[in-house]
């Protein structure tokens, strides 16, 4: 049974429209995950407003730490254990300046 569900999703197509690339992941990553807690338009949830005017500031590396280390004593977990440096930083970008490359 295991085998057929792994079969089944190897190679499953993606939904129609889904992006696929590692920045269109990034962004669903941020929408799905993030978006849990500070809301699917990032303007607040539980967690508070992540849209690019809410966070001037922070700059890159300090808002990617953030990303990698969570925020002690709060609902924001560390991400680093499932994450790399680079993802964190592209983010931290998006996150800042509204799009990725």
Known sequence: MFRLLALFLLFCSPAVGEETSPVGKLIN????????????????GLGPDITPHSLTHYDI?????????????????????????????????????????
């Open 29 to 44: 990553l941020v929408h799905q995950d993030c978006g849990s807690c500070h809301g699917l338009t990032l303007k607040g």
């Open 61 to 101: 590396e300090t808002l990617s730490m953030v990303v990698l280390d969570g925020i002690p004593e709060t609902a924001m977990p560390p991400w680093r254990p499932i994450m790399s440096e680079k993802d964190a930083e592209r983010i931290a970008e998006y996150l800042l300046r509204g799009e990725l490359k």
